[in-house]
């Protein structure tokens, strides 16, 4: 069935090194793709998303562009913060119903 | 900005006791979800709600759960006798609209603990 595949982690990266955490995806169709983030205590926020193939979402300096031809949707970010430490979820949304995510990346950022 | 809030945030019960949590999705929105997660383990879907009926499950909703809307604002995920592996943190959501190019809002999640 469709599903997404994230980099596990945790990753730990140094106040404004480069971020780039993987997801690729499975689906049938045309899945919308999406980046959510969890902040320590908090639920799920919306990062970013892309409804189709070669659609870029940006969000707070993170983006991800959807790429059909690699099956993937890679997070990235030029410049880390500390209050980036989070947990991101890599997630699809391929029949307007339940939205398959990924296992989450734990990104710590370090001072 | 409107959110999806979710009570109560934390929830201790004992096995087989019935524990329903509650939602209230943002105003305007028509599609309902639960979904869980597992301590450690990945988000899972769990039910789609819309026209006050289900539209879809996993096979993690058995007879077990239920849904309700019961009024205009609130919407209520039951477990009738829960079981330790019920334990877990369960998000409420809601969307606009049903297409999938639509964002889905979360709460802010009940977390579950089944003694």
């Known amino acids: 069935g469709d599903s997404v595949t994230q980099m596990e982690g945790p990753v730990t990266l140094s106040e404004e090194a480069f971020l780039t955490i993987n997801c690729t995806y499975t689906?049938?169709?045309?899945?919308?793709l999406f980046w959510y983030v969890q902040y320590p205590g908090e639920g799920l926020q919306l990062l970013l998303k892309a409804t189709k193939a070669d659609d870029k979402g940006s969000n707070k300096g993170f983006e991800a562009t959807y790429r059909k031809e690699t099956t993937s949707f890679h997070l990235e970010k030029g410049s880390v913060q500390v209050s980036d430490s989070a947990v991101y979820f890599c997630?699809?949304?391929?029949?307007?119903?339940?939205?398959?995510f990924g296992a989450g990346t734990r990104l710590t950022v370090k001072p | 900005e409107p959110e999806v809030t979710q009570t109560p945030s934390h929830q201790v019960t004992q096995m087989g006791q019935e524990v329903i949590l509650r939602c209230v999705p943002i105003s305007n929105h028509l599609y309902f979800y639960w979904y869980r997660q597992i301590l450690g383990q990945k988000v899972e879907f769990l039910v789609s709600f819309y026209n006050n009926e289900i539209s879809e499950k996993s096979e993690i909703f058995d007879d077990q759960f239920s849904v309700e809307r019961p009024d205009g604002s609130n919407f209520t995920l039951k477990i009738r006798s829960t079981k330790l592996e019920d334990s877990a943190m369960y998000f409420c959501?809601?969307?606009?609209?049903?297409?999938?190019?639509?964002?889905?809002?979360f709460g802010p999640g009940t977390r579950l603990l089944v003694l």
């Open positions: 997630a699809l949304d391929p029949n307007n119903n339940d939205m398959r």
């Open positions: 689906a049938t169709g045309y899945p919308s």
């Open positions: 959501a809601s969307r606009l609209l049903g297409d999938r190019r639509e964002t889905q809002y």
